[in-house]
């Protein structure tokens, strides 16, 4: 009887009741409809006592509630924890939020032992599921970050249309030609094989992007210096229609003298702004250097510079042409503010 669905358990209990009716013993009924006489009892008894809602099926299981071991004013206040903050700075000795550092918060703070198998009940309930964290860097203000998001992007973007000017973001990335990233399938227990050439090469890259799809690049041979930052700036400014307002970070070259002494004597032409200290995922930028490192890496092993240098070239000649791809990456919940 337990086994059948909710439309056949009410179709045989109406079973039962036609064949009481008819002047069936309790016992003949069970040893027809394959019940046992206590089964074909009750089943008689709801159906005198409720009529015809008492054969309908309940549902099943415990009731809503039942069976937990926390109250839920500490389950709603065990969520805010594990939302509000790292194990780590509620003194737990844990990186991430496992079953185990949710397990020991909970006996930390409600004084009651759960196994580490009933964390997954609780964080399925609370709505919680296992990601990929993202990364922000420790030194990282978060009070200085909501400020360039509330007051100081806000003012650079009034200050380019006052002006007529266009807002570039700004960054450099490195490429090394035995740089191999992702998974290949291959027979279980036969870990598959990638080789790269042992000569090393490197290359660096810098660009800027807006967001209306524009892209502006060059390659470097090797770490961006100030003569070749240099360079880019002249080209950004020369190829773009009115004042260039150039967002990036705080790498130690822009911050070079020689640069800030360029910039100084070209005030009409561009305008720089640095982004917050350590947040590379508020440069829309950064988003460019993943495409590029991602179509790179899925090439086969460049086996010296030159060759890497074309496939770099090949692929960001492809994507000058591509305004909406560019355009995409202002999509991704941390850019979506500059879009």
Same mark, same amino acid.
């Given at each position: 009887?337990?086994?059948?669905?909710?439309?056949?358990?009410?179709?045989?209990?109406?079973?039962?009741?036609?064949?009481?009716?008819?002047?069936?013993?309790?016992?003949?009924?069970?040893?027809?409809?394959?019940?046992?006489?206590?089964?074909? /009892?009750?089943?008689?008894?709801?159906?005198?006592?409720? %009529?015809?809602?008492?054969?309908?099926?309940?549902?099943?299981?415990?009731?809503?509630?039942?069976?937990?071991?926390?109250?839920?004013?500490?389950?709603?206040?065990?969520?805010?924890?594990?939302? =509000?903050?790292?194990?780590?700075?509620?003194?737990?000795?844990?990186?991430?939020?496992? =079953?185990?550092?949710?397990?020991?918060?909970?006996?930390?703070?409600?004084?009651?032992?759960?196994?580490?198998?009933?964390?997954?009940?609780?964080?399925?309930?609370?709505?919680?599921?296992?990601?990929?964290?993202?990364?922000?860097?420790?030194?990282?203000?978060?009070?200085?970050?909501?400020?360039?998001?509330?007051?100081?992007?806000?003012?650079?973007?009034?200050?380019? =249309?006052?002006?007529?000017?266009?807002?570039?973001?700004?960054?450099?990335?490195?490429?090394?030609?035995?740089?191999?990233?992702?998974?290949?399938?291959?027979?279980? %227990?036969?870990?598959?094989?990638?080789?790269?050439?042992?000569?090393?090469?490197?290359?660096?890259?810098?660009?800027?992007?807006?967001?209306?799809?524009?892209?502006?690049?060059?390659?470097?041979?090797?770490?961006?210096?100030?003569?070749?930052?240099?360079?880019?700036?002249?080209?950004?400014?020369?190829?773009?229609?009115?004042?260039?307002?150039?967002?990036?970070?705080?790498?130690?070259?822009?911050?070079?003298?020689?640069?800030?002494?360029?910039?100084?004597?070209?005030?009409?032409?561009?305008?720089? /702004?640095?982004?917050?200290?350590?947040?590379?995922?508020?440069?829309?930028?950064?988003?460019?250097?993943?495409?590029?490192?991602?179509?790179?890496?899925?090439?086969?092993?460049? =086996?010296?510079?030159?060759?890497?240098?074309?496939?770099?070239?090949?692929?960001?000649?492809?994507?000058?042409?591509?305004?909406?791809?560019?355009?995409?990456?202002?999509?991704?919940?941390? /850019?979506?503010?500059?879009?």
């Amino acid at each position: 009887m337990r086994k059948l669905p909710a439309a056949a358990q009410e179709e045989r209990r109406r079973q039962v009741v036609g064949l009481r009716e008819s002047g069936l013993t309790y016992e003949a009924i069970a040893a027809q409809v394959g019940l046992t006489r206590t089964g074909v /009892f009750d089943i008689c008894r709801r159906f005198g006592e409720q %009529g015809l809602a008492g054969l309908a099926s309940g549902p099943r299981g415990p009731a809503p509630g039942t069976g937990r071991f926390l109250e839920a004013e500490q389950e709603v206040q065990v969520r805010a924890l594990i939302s =509000r903050h790292t194990p780590d700075e509620l003194g737990l000795p844990f990186a991430l939020w496992s =079953r185990a550092a949710v397990r020991e918060l909970i006996e930390r703070h409600c004084g009651v032992r759960l196994a580490v198998r009933t964390m997954s009940t609780y964080l399925a309930r609370w709505g919680f599921t296992a990601q990929k964290p993202l990364r922000r860097a420790y030194e990282q203000s978060p009070k200085v970050v909501r400020r360039w998001l509330r007051q100081d992007y806000p003012a650079i973007v009034a200050q380019a =249309r006052r002006e007529k000017g266009t807002i570039f973001w700004g960054d450099e990335t490195g490429l090394r030609s035995d740089d191999v990233r992702g998974r290949s399938f291959a027979p279980r %227990g036969r870990t598959p094989v990638v080789r790269p050439s042992h000569k090393r090469a490197g290359l660096g890259l810098i660009s800027a992007v807006t967001n209306k799809g524009e892209l502006r690049w060059m390659v470097l041979d090797g770490a961006i210096k100030a003569p070749s930052l240099i360079r880019f700036l002249g080209r950004l400014i020369q190829d773009a229609d009115g004042k260039v307002f150039l967002i990036w970070d705080n790498l130690p070259a822009h911050r070079a003298r020689t640069v800030q002494d360029w910039l100084a004597a070209r005030t009409e032409q561009i305008e720089v /702004f640095s982004l917050p200290s350590f947040s590379p995922e508020l440069n829309p930028d950064e988003g460019l250097n993943a495409d590029l490192k991602q179509a790179v890496t899925r090439k086969p092993p460049a =086996r010296g510079k030159p060759e890497l240098e074309r496939t770099v070239i090949s692929h960001m000649g492809r994507l000058a042409k591509l305004p909406n791809r560019i355009r995409s990456f202002f999509g991704h919940p941390s /850019f979506r503010y500059a879009a």
